[in-house]
């Protein structure tokens, strides 16, 4: 059971977490989040450092739930193939997905703090490397098990990967059209049909 300071924290979290990622860090004042919580200034800080620890944990908390969505999904199948599938798959619906967290966190304060907060930038890249690692490793998984071609360069393929998703993301936000997303998807089903399947 959760401890009243844990709630608090968890609160706080939960309220703050779709400003932050909606505004950007330099956007988001104290008096945002004091009014968005209903806690002063004093109770925030009981519980965070400062607000560049409060944005941080901000954004690993979006991170955390959205990638708890996409992990959830694809753990539908045991094949590393049809896991590559069910990503792009995943991806067809992560526009309206991702709105209730005030946008895609990982390119909204990637681009928020590139130039303005390294320490939030340092976090963002972390998540990317992360995220292409795991990737990588369905992708290595899928040559062990023969569904994927031995000549495929793992990494590569998932870096690919996850800037056309990127970039799909971006588009789709920013013409406020999901074409975007659903015309990269298919994109990367011929990618995975053509270049890795065996």
């Known amino acids: 059971m959760l401890k009243k300071s844990e709630h608090t924290t968890q609160y706080i979290l939960e ?3 779709p400003i932050f990622n909606k505004n950007g860090y330099a ?3 104290m008096s945002d989040l004091t009014t968005a919580t209903g806690l ?3 109770a925030i800080y009981g519980n965070f450092k400062n607000k560049e620890e409060l944005a941080i944990a901000a954004f690993k908390h979006n991170v955390k739930k959205l990638m708890s969505y996409i992990s959830e999904y694809i753990s539908k199948s045991e094949s590393p193939i049809q896991k590559l599938y069910l990503i792009s798959d995943f991806y067809r619906d992560y526009y309206m997905l991702s709105k209730t967290y005030g946008g895609c966190p990982v390119l909204n304060v990637g681009v928020d703090a590139n130039n303005q907060n390294s320490g939030l930038l340092e976090k963002v890249r972390i998540v990317i490397e992360r995220i292409q ?3 990588a490793s369905i992708i290595e998984d899928g040559i062990e098990v023969g569904e994927i ?3 495929v360069n793992a990494m590569q393929y998932a870096k690919r990967l996850d800037s056309m998703i990127q970039g799909a993301i971006f588009m ?3 013409m406020d059209d999901d074409f975007y997303m659903q015309d990269s998807m298919d994109q990367i089903n011929d ?3 053509n270049e890795l399947k065996v």
Do not use: C, L, R
Request: proline share 0%.
């Open 15 to 17: 309220t703050v977490a």
């Open 133 to 135: 690692d795991q990737v």
């Open 149 to 151: 071609s031995a000549e």
């Open 191 to 193: 990618m995975i049909t």
């Open 27 to 29: 956007a988001t004042s």
């Open 172 to 174: 789709t936000y920013t």
């Open 40 to 42: 002063t200034k004093g």
